[in-house]
């Protein structure tokens, strides 16, 4: 089972496993905030199992650095939906393509159907007629930084920001 962490100012942190969650709440740098599932039974103490915790300290998190590019990412960012019709993406597409010039890059990649991904070929949106829903534009935020928030449980929902309103 998986506990997510958050920094004492209630932003997500990291995704730790209850284990690592209950030591941390029993040296007292963190509290439980929310539960989930069965309890923990020890020799002599039964502990409820962590499903939120939240640090007593604040924690500086690391740089503002610019995730790395990658299909997951892409896909993620665009919320699986193709940055030319709409409709639920599989691929990544490069809208300047790459055999012109087109960079690996947040800014020139975008989710794309299998359908658009073949009809648009090596041209520009341009030169297609297309527009893009959206302006391709690297992600921002901590939650982009931990990977286990791809598949968040249910108790996790009121402590993460809406991915919609990013």
């Avoid at 928030?149 to 249910?154: G, S």
């Amino acid at each position: 089972m998986r506990t997510l962490v958050l920094n004492a100012g209630y932003e997500p942190l990291a995704v730790v496993t209850f284990r690592r969650a209950l030591v941390l709440v029993l040296a007292g740098k963190a509290s439980i905030v929310a539960e989930g599932g069965d309890p923990v039974v020890g020799p002599q103490e039964v502990f409820s199992r962590p499903s939120v915790i939240l640090l007593n300290r604040y924690i500086r998190p690391r740089g503002n650095s610019v995730s790395s590019v990658s299909r997951r990412g892409v896909l993620r960012r665009d919320g699986h939906r193709c940055g030319y019709c709409g409709k639920a993406a599989h691929t990544i597409d490069h809208v300047l393509p790459r055999s012109r010039g087109g960079k690996d890059s947040w800014e020139n990649l975008v989710a794309c159907c299998l359908k658009c991904n073949n009809t648009k070929g090596d041209h520009t949106p341009a030169e297609m007629g297309w527009q893009l829903r959206f302006m391709p534009q690297a992600p921002v935020g901590t939650v982009w930084r931990i990977r286990e928030l791809e598949k968040p449980t249910p108790e996790w929902s009121e402590y993460l920001p809406d991915e919609s309103a990013a």
